[in-house]
Each structure stands twice: as structure tokens, then as C-alpha cells.
């Protein structure tokens, strides 16, 4: 079992930074590959960003690549999104997703946090 907590959502303008944070419960973490979706409102979750278990390798929608950055501390059992150059079609709640090693690039695991809600203003 998992448990995931985001953090680091808020308010900010096109333009600005903000620094998601997700923190798992267990032992396990390590195991997992970790990813990142975003769901607007009215709109179907998508994937976002994910980073193999080892930290090794990394992958972004077309979306935001370029301007996100995934990353994971296995020693605190938390991944980081690092999100820059902000744009007002990034304004989403934000979920972290933990999948087991081998299951497929975009394709969400088993386990959700709660999400965390990103607004950019104009």
C-alpha cells in the first residue's frame, strides 16, 4: 500500500515558477515508477510527466516539455515537479501517480494522491 500527498500548488502569474511536491508513505518508494498527471476542469486527466524508479530516466508530454522538470529524492520518498515558464492552459489540479516498474510510459499506476490545484492568472 501507498499513500501519496502533493504539495506546492497555488496561485501564480504567466510567467512564474512553482515546485510540486509528492511524498509517499512505506518503504517502497524506491520501487515505483513515479508520474505526474493534470486534470482541467470540464476536461479528461492527462499525463504530464514520469521518472523511472532510479531517477535514471525521464519522460514529458509535448506539453511541457522544455519547461517542467520531474525529479525524485529516494531518500525522502518524494518526487518534484519543477514548473517554469507558466501559461494559463497549465492551470489544472495536479496528481501524483505511483505505477510499478514495466508498466507503459503515460500509463497511470495504481496508486493517487489527493491533487493539488495550480491556477495561472494572466
Known amino acids: 500500500q501507498v499513500q501519496l500527498v502533493e504539495s506546492g500548488g497555488g496561485l501564480v502569474q504567466a510567467g512564474g515558477s512553482l515546485r510540486l511536491s509528492c511524498t509517499a508513505s512505506?518503504?517502497?518508494?524506491?520501487?515505483?515508477?513515479m508520474k505526474w498527471f493534470r486534470q482541467a476542469p470540464g476536461k479528461e486527466r492527462k499525463f504530464v510527466a514520469e521518472?523511472?524508479?532510479?531517477?535514471?530516466?525521464?519522460y514529458y508530454s509535448d506539453s511541457v516539455k522544455g519547461r517542467f522538470t520531474i525529479n525524485r529524492d529516494n531518500a525522502k520518498n518524494t518526487v518534484y515537479l519543477q514548473m517554469n515558464s507558466l501559461k494559463v492552459e497549465d492551470t489544472a489540479v495536479y496528481y501524483c501517480n505511483a505505477a510499478r516498474e514495466g508498466t507503459g510510459y503515460a500509463v497511470p499506476g495504481h496508486y493517487w494522491g489527493q491533487g493539488t490545484q495550480v491556477t495561472v492568472s494572466s
Open positions: 512505506g518503504r517502497t518508494f524506491s520501487s515505483f515508477r
Open positions: 521518472i523511472s524508479s532510479s531517477g535514471s530516466s525521464t
